[in-house]
């Protein structure tokens, strides 16, 4: 089992950049395919997500060439830089960890108690 804790978000204007980091515990942390997701008003939301390893990244395409998802192993730390921001991305930011392959949303088990991100226009 592993617990999650997102930090970093913020009030930002658009065309900013913020950093999430998400802290995890556990000495199984470097198994796990990490992803971030949000959700504002309605459904949550696939972000982005790394393998394991850290070799291999997805995104969704609405954040692709804007966000860069990373992971320290040794810091038990995934995070997610955000850049270019727009009213769009505001949202409550959660990071989710599981097994398997890190591009199938059904295989984040554990979730951390999100982390909010404005950006204003």
């Known amino acids: 089992q592993v617990q999650l804790v997102e930090s970093g978000g913020g009030l930002v204007q658009a065309g900013g950049s913020l950093r999430l980091s998400c802290a995890a515990s556990?000495?199984?942390?470097?198994?796990?395919?990490m992803g971030w997701f949000r959700q504002a008003p309605g459904e949550r939301e696939f972000v982005a997500s790394i393998?394991?390893?850290?070799?291999?990244?997805y995104y969704a395409d609405s954040v692709k060439g804007r966000f860069t998802i990373s992971r320290d192993n040794a810091a038990n730390t995934v995070y997610l830089q955000m850049n270019s921001l727009k009213p769009e991305d505001t949202a409550v930011y959660y990071c989710?960890?599981?097994?398997?392959?890190?591009?199938?949303?059904?295989?984040?088990?554990?979730w951390g108690q999100g982390t909010q991100v404005t950006v204003s226009s």
């Open positions: 393998s394991w390893s850290g070799g291999s990244t």
């Open positions: 989710a960890a599981g097994y398997g392959d890190y591009r199938d949303y059904d295989i984040y088990d554990y």
């Open positions: 556990g000495r199984t942390f470097s198994s796990y395919a």
